[in-house]
């Protein structure tokens, strides 16, 4: 038997897409860690905000995003899925404030910057759809 596309089956295993994740999240904290200074003004407009430096902001947003990474990933390699709906919570969290940050924000950031934020968005809720999709199917079959 065939399954469609819009069916739970065809979707991708949920420890899969949350492989992804795990991944996406730890290479982009790399890179705010490592290249925070140099990318800071190509992102962001100011060159400090609450008294912290342009990148020391993005620095410390590459260091938060380590632990949830590290997180996602022991969940996939465990193929834990109680946490799951926790995770896509997370994800939605940080497509929220994104579309927050880019509606009430937008000031502080370059066009780059607004492009990078919205990138970034649009494939984090890619993760989050993709979980809940293969959570489904996992709870379903």
Do not use: E
Not at 22 to 29: D, I, N, P, T, V
Not at 88 to 113: K, P, Y
Not at 116 to 140: E, H, P
């Amino acid at each position: 038997m065939s399954h469609t596309a819009s069916s739970p089956a065809a979707s991708p295993s949920v420890h899969f897409v949350l492989w992804c994740n795990a991944g996406f999240s730890a290479l982009s904290g790399l890179v705010l860690i490592v290249d925070g200074g140099p990318l800071a003004p190509w992102l962001l407009t100011r060159p400090a905000m609450l008294g912290l430096s342009a990148s020391t902001w993005l620095i410390g947003l590459g260091i938060a995003l380590l632990p949830f990474a590290l997180a996602v990933g022991f969940v996939a390699r465990r193929k834990l899925l109680k946490p799951v709906p926790a995770i896509i919570a997370a994800d939605i969290g940080w497509v929220a404030g994104s579309a927050l940050l880019v509606a009430f924000g937008s000031h502080l950031l370059t066009a780059t910057g607004i492009g990078a934020v919205v990138a970034v968005a649009a494939i984090v809720a890619g993760f989050a759809f993709f979980q809940y999709r293969g959570l489904r199917a996992a709870r379903l079959g």
